[in-house]
């Protein structure tokens, strides 16, 4: 998992859904919730691009239009995939609160203060089955379905972990303080 800092729950610090070019301007901000590393990962985000981004600018140059308008509003949340094998894919939640995302959040942390394995469900598109390994971490079965009518996208299944659960719940505990 991760928040805005790019550490994830493995230790690494590269950011899987980062836009972060060679001079280190970063395009996206916004609450920021990973679950894997940087190759296999689920992940609940709710991106706010800067319209005066030198990236974000030429992107709504080449789409035609304002580089606010690219930007949007910055309040919808999406849920990212990747694959372990350079496949990525997302969809979005428009349905989705901060609140919801903050209760998902909690839940998580709840259930990861246990020493027992655990299912938690994030309405109809995830469900994740957690066992702890080693007694300090957790491994992850990620269930991802898609909304009805998402284009191309099916369900998909990914094996995550094991993550520190230090991590883990510093990074949970930084997600929901960003939502406050």
């Known amino acids: ?6 550490t994830h729950a493995d230790g ?13 301007t970063d395009a996206i901000g916004g609450p920021q919730l990973f679950l894997g590393d940087d ?11 800067d319209p005066a981004d030198p990236e974000i600018r030429q992107a709504a140059a080449e789409a035609g239009v304002s580089p606010e308008e ?8 999406a849920l990212l995939t990747e694959d372990g094998e350079g496949e990525g ?12 995302a903050e209760d998902f959040a909690v839940r998580l942390t709840a259930e990861l203060g ?7 469900l994030a309405g109809d598109v995830l469900r994740l089955d957690a066992r702890p390994v080693d007694g300090d971490s957790w491994a992850f079965t ?16 990914l094996e995550l972990g094991p993550l520190s659960t230090d991590v883990l719940l510093a990074d949970l505990g930084d997600f929901v303080r960003e939502l406050a």
């Not at 949007?72 to 949340?77: A, I, L, P, Q």
């Not at 246990?114 to 938690?120: N, R, S, V, Y």
């Open 89 to 100: 894919d997302g969809f979005e939640l428009p349905g989705l609160r901060d609140r919801e």
């Open 12 to 24: 690494s610090g590269a950011d899987a859904a980062s836009t972060e070019d060679a001079e280190g």
């Open 142 to 157: 990620a269930e991802v379905t898609p909304p009805e009518g998402e284009d191309g996208a099916g369900p998909l299944t």
């Open 70 to 77: 690219f930007a949007g509003t910055g309040d919808v949340w």
């Open 114 to 120: 246990g020493a027992e394995a655990f299912t938690l």
């Open 1 to 6: 998992m991760s928040t805005t800092d790019g």
């Open 39 to 49: 190759d296999t990962y689920v992940a609940l985000v709710r991106p706010r691009l």
